[in-house]
């Protein structure tokens, strides 16, 4: 089955700066790639997601970026604040029996310093 | 549109006894899955449910089990109960399931199991 590392585990980073997670999958059929904010005590959201026929997407703030060849993908937040405290998680979708399965990372806590 | 809905919250057991926890969908999503979430390890997926049908299983023992009814609402159950079952317990539904489009998670249920 698809195998999904998230790095790092946690990360800390002054207000301003950007931060980045990286992920990484083992399954080359994996065509989807979410990713989810949860906020302490809260459910996990979807912030933003990329399939595989695009390498790089934005919305705002947040980017996605998927290097296929490698089976890595990435998660860039600019000018974080300290709204952007969260743990992200990101996933990918890859086939499994006549379904498909999203299998998740362990997840990044990302705290933002004032 | 009202979201998913997990009862109960919170609950403790003892060790050996049973539990059952409910998720009701959003309105028309006809894909409930099921994840086990413990500090460090992420999202596990137990499983995922679509139109009554158990469409895919995690790597869990089979005292974990579930269902689904006509209405979408879905239940999983878990027998025996051992002192490692203490987690986070989320569902998510989604429109067509495929994991290629948003889940939409519930607040979850928190089992202790003492």
């Given at each position: 089955g698809e195998n999904v590392e998230q790095h790092p585990s946690t990360l800390s980073v002054q207000e301003g700066d950007s931060a980045v997670i990286k992920c990484t999958y083992s399954d080359s059929a994996s065509n989807y790639f979410?990713?989810?904010?949860?906020?302490?005590?809260?459910?996990p959201q979807l912030i933003i997601d990329i399939r595989s026929n695009v390498?790089?997407?934005?919305?705002?703030?947040?980017?996605?970026?998927?290097?296929?060849?490698?089976?890595?993908?990435?998660?860039h937040i600019t000018e974080t604040q300290p709204e952007?405290?969260?743990?992200?998680?990101?996933?990918?979708?890859?086939?499994?029996?006549?379904?498909?399965q999203l299998t998740f990372g362990s997840g990044t806590q990302l705290t933002v310093l004032p | 549109?009202?979201?998913?809905?997990?009862?109960?919250?919170?609950?403790?057991?003892?060790?050996?006894?049973?539990?059952?926890?409910?998720?009701?969908?959003?309105?028309?999503?006809r894909s409930v899955s099921w994840y086990q979430q413990t500090p460090g390890q992420g999202l596990q997926f137990l499983f995922e449910y679509f139109s009554e049908t158990q469409r895919n299983k995690g790597n869990f023992p089979g005292r974990f089990s579930g269902r689904?009814?006509?209405?979408?609402?879905?239940?999983?159950?878990?027998?025996?109960l051992e002192l490692g079952d203490s987690a986070l317990y989320l569902c998510a539904s989604n429109l067509a399931g495929g994991y290629t489009g948003e889940l939409?998670?519930?607040?979850?249920?928190?089992?202790?199991?003492?």
């Open positions: 979410p990713w989810y904010k949860q906020e302490l005590g809260k459910r390498g790089e997407k934005k919305d705002q703030r947040i980017a996605v970026t998927l290097n296929k060849t490698a089976k890595h993908f990435s998660l952007d405290s969260a743990v992200y998680f990101c996933a990918a979708s890859s086939p499994s029996g006549s379904a498909r | 549109k009202a979201g998913v809905t997990q009862t109960p919250r919170y609950l403790i057991k003892t060790r050996g006894q049973q539990v059952t926890l409910s998720c009701s969908p959003i309105s028309g999503h689904q009814f006509s209405n979408s609402r879905s239940e999983m159950n878990v027998s025996t939409f998670f519930g607040e979850g249920s928190r089992l202790t199991v003492l």
